[in-house]
């Protein structure tokens, strides 16, 4: 079997063709644009996506079956007749309804929780989905009359490439809108945020079959970071992974049971088809690979692969530390209101000081995800990393140390692609096998550093609204 496996993400459509046996190639690769039409709003063309998609689908020649991973979190509206899109994508990067999540209050946070297991945040679909109906006459005009469709993009992607108006119940766990309890969506949360259940997609297992492209079968659809979990290996509990691309994501497999909210957030990992949902624990940094690419757009950094070579002292352990908030914090904090700081330079600080700082702080947000699972009543035993910065030798180092475990870094990179074909089908061990190992050193992180760290993190707490105040 030939499988094309498609990883839509925030900066590029990838597609690999992996086959039974361990070989694998990429077929193509293409960037798209992201548009910053105002403060805290990240948006992508949903035409160009489509586009990127066909493109890269084209070049990966005769296949089997067709496996498409998404973004997760971002969003969009479209007219149920035309296809046409009625709205850009509102990538989950989009901060737009913050303030309007801010005066729902503390009982909305609490249903929140305890239906879908997600805080009130502007990085989940639902106050997206919410905005686009109360500020965009056409989406109002398609509701009104009865041909609006509000979705993540997948299924906007299926609809127009197969006309299959359907969502994986691990996409909708990203939602904010489904119930965890039934796998269902909740007409409680879609009436707390103004999004009308009639308009969202059917629910179905991630490898139930979504239809067909020019006569190939799109076999799974998933999101993207719980395809990398698959990808992994990660299917026991205790089992972690975390990708570093423009954010950096943990998923902690939790197996059957559901965990209960706490510092991180629950979510479906996968269900298979006619097999029980396999749930994980979520928690994110906003800005991983998205933060070195502030720090070389500015000029601190030349070339990122030259940031592997560090050797000495950490810059934390002189002081200096950075905390990477380009767009907030994430968990456990939830705080769209934090702003990235440099704090502890003196005359001797250089550029490479602070690009070490600028990893130092993406370790140390990250390793705080991997306490926030301990704390959620979970301990992770393992811990496989992927993206960006899993090739640098620094981080991975830092990282160990940080979290106190062992970094195993698999040598087939694109694990995303990875779990697609697993979920479609292909037998992927043979291609996960080879794993790097990085062991932790105690001496590199110390206790005091972790304290000047923590310190950091409490002066940039809230620095946005303190900033604004007249």
Not at 65 to 70: E, K, R, Y
Not at 221 to 234: K, M, N
Request: charged share 20%; aromatic share 6%; hydrophobic share 45%.
């Amino acid at each position: 079997m030939r499988v094309a496996a498609v990883d839509q993400g925030t900066t590029s459509t990838r597609c690999l063709v992996i086959a039974d046996g361990g070989a694998w190639q990429l077929a193509a690769s293409r960037r798209h644009r992201q548009f910053h039409p105002a403060p805290e709003r990240v948006e992508h063309d949903p035409e160009e996506l489509l586009a990127s998609l066909r493109h890269v689908l084209a070049a990966a020649g005769p296949v089997d079956a067709i496996a498409l991973a998404n973004q997760g979190e971002s969003c969009l509206a479209w007219d149920a007749r035309s296809g046409r899109a009625l709205s850009p994508v509102i990538v989950w990067q989009d901060a737009r309804s913050r303030a309007e999540l801010a005066a729902l209050g503390p009982g909305a946070a609490a249903l929140s929780l305890a239906v879908c297991g997600l805080p009130l945040d502007p990085y989940f679909s639902a106050s997206k989905l919410g905005w686009l109906l109360r500020e965009i006459p056409a989406v109002a005009e398609a509701h009104a009359a009865g041909r609006l469709r509000l979705g993540t993009t997948d299924a906007f992607f299926l609809d127009r490439l197969c006309g299959v108006f359907a969502t994986d119940v691990a996409t909708a766990s990203r939602t904010g809108l489904l119930d965890l309890a039934t796998g269902g969506w909740s007409e409680a949360l879609c009436a707390l945020h103004g999004v009308p259940l009639a308009s969202l997609p059917e629910i179905r297992a991630c490898d139930a079959g979504f239809g067909r492209l020019n006569g190939v079968p799109v076999r799974a659809s998933i999101v993207d970071q719980q395809a990398a979990l698959l990808g992994h290996g990660c299917t026991r509990p205790g089992e972690a992974k975390m990708t570093f691309g423009t954010g950096a994501f943990l998923l902690a497999c939790a197996g059957e049971a559901r965990p209960e909210p706490g510092v991180l957030s629950p979510t479906v990992a996968w269900q298979r088809a006619g097999k029980a949902r396999i749930h994980a624990l979520e928690g994110g940094v906003y800005d991983a690979g998205a933060a070195l690419e502030w720090a070389r757009r500015i000029g601190l950094i030349d070339d990122p692969a030259t940031l592997s070579d560090h050797e000495g002292p950490t810059a934390l352990s002189r002081g200096l530390v950075f905390v990477p908030a380009l767009s907030g914090l994430a968990a456990p904090d939830w705080d769209r209101t934090a702003a990235p700081m440099f704090i502890g330079m003196d005359h001797a600080t250089t550029r490479e000081d602070m690009a070490r700082a600028v990893l130092e702080g993406v370790a140390m947000l990250s390793a705080r995800l991997i306490a926030g699972a301990a704390a959620s009543g979970l301990a992770v035993q393992s811990l496989s990393i992927d993206g960006g910065l899993s090739a640098n030798r620094y981080f991975a180092r830092l990282l160990a140390a940080a979290t106190g475990l062992r970094v195993e870094i698999p040598q087939m990179r694109e694990l995303t692609a990875l779990g697609l074909a697993e979920l479609a089908g292909v037998d992927t061990a043979p291609i996960r096998a080879p794993r790097d190992t990085v062991e932790p050193d105690p001496a590199l992180i110390a206790a005091s550093d972790r304290a000047r760290f923590a310190a950091a993190l409490d002066k940039v707490r809230g620095w946005r609204d303190i900033s604004t105040e007249s």
